[in-house]
C-alpha cells in the first residue's frame, strides 16, 4: 500500500530564512506525481509543487523548490525566504496512476517575524 | 466559477440525522474527488468520479455514506444516520482527468454531528 510519512509536526522559521520540509513516501509504482499543498487556517487546500516521478528535474516554482531522490523515495520542500503568508500547515501527497492522493499528517509551518 | 465551490461551509446535526454536502467542480473538469480530513491529520481518500460514475468508493467507510454524480458536474455526499464520528472537513477536489492531473480542492464543509 502506499505511504507518505512526514516527520516533522511543527516546524519555526524565521522571516526571510530559508526551511526545508521533509517527506518520504512508499509506492511500487515507477510512475507516479508527488505534490505539496499548502492549507491555512481558511481551510482551502493549495497546490504548492508538483513532480513527475519520470523526470530527473526538480521541479521549482518562485520560492519553493523541491529535491526528489527516487531511489530513496524522499520528496522534501525547500521555501526560500520565508514570508509571514506562508504560515500553514503544508501535506506532502503522492498519487499514482489514476485518482486517489494519499497524504502525510502535515507540518505545521510558523514563520515569525 | 473560477474554483471548487462546496456548500454549505459549516453543517452542524444532530446524531441521526441525515446530511447532503454539495460540491461544485470547475467547469470542464471530468473527474471529481471526496476526501474527509479529520481534526490534525492528512485528507483520506472517499470516493471519485469520472464522468457520471463512481469510479472508485473504496474509501467510503460503511454503507451510510453515499454520493452521486448525476450530470457528470455537481456531486452530493449523503451521510445516513449520523454519528459523532462522522464529525470532520469533507474537501472536495477535481480535476481535468485522472492521468495525473493535478487536483484543485474546495473550501471544504466542516461538519459537527452533535
Known amino acids: 500500500a502506499q505511504t507518505v510519512t512526514q516527520s516533522q509536526p511543527e516546524m519555526s522559521v524565521q522571516e526571510a530564512e530559508t526551511v526545508t520540509l521533509s517527506c518520504t513516501y512508499d509506492t511500487s509504482e515507477n510512475n507516479y506525481y508527488l505534490f505539496w499543498y499548502k492549507q491555512p487556517p481558511s481551510r482551502q487546500m493549495i497546490l504548492v509543487i508538483r513532480q513527475e516521478a519520470y523526470k530527473q528535474q526538480n521541479a521549482t516554482e518562485n520560492r519553493f523548490s523541491v529535491n526528489f531522490q527516487k531511489a530513496a523515495k524522499s520528496f522534501s520542500l525547500k521555501i526560500s525566504d520565508s514570508q509571514l503568508g506562508d504560515t500553514a500547515m503544508y501535506f506532502c501527497?503522492?498519487?499514482?496512476?489514476?485518482?486517489?492522493?494519499?497524504f502525510g499528517a502535515g507540518t505545521i509551518l510558523r514563520v515569525k517575524s | 466559477g473560477a474554483g471548487v465551490s462546496q456548500t454549505p461551509s459549516n453543517k452542524v446535526t444532530e446524531k441521526g440525522k441525515y446530511v447532503e454536502l454539495r460540491c461544485d467542480p470547475i467547469s470542464g473538469h471530468t473527474a471529481l474527488y471526496w476526501y474527509r480530513q479529520s481534526l490534525g491529520q492528512g485528507p483520506e481518500f472517499l470516493i471519485y468520479?469520472?464522468?457520471?460514475?463512481?469510479?472508485?468508493d473504496s474509501g467510503l467507510p460503511n454503507d451510510r455514506f453515499f454520493a452521486v454524480r448525476p450530470e457528470g458536474s455537481v456531486s452530493t455526499l449523503k451521510i445516513q444516520r449520523t454519528e459523532r464520528g462522522d464529525s470532520a472537513v469533507y474537501l472536495c477536489a477535481s480535476s481535468f482527468d485522472t492521468s495525473g492531473e493535478t487536483q484543485y480542492f474546495g473550501p471544504g464543509t466542516r461538519l459537527l454531528v452533535l
Open positions: 501527497a503522492l498519487l499514482e496512476y489514476g485518482n486517489k492522493l494519499v
Open positions: 468520479f469520472q464522468g457520471t460514475g463512481a469510479a472508485d
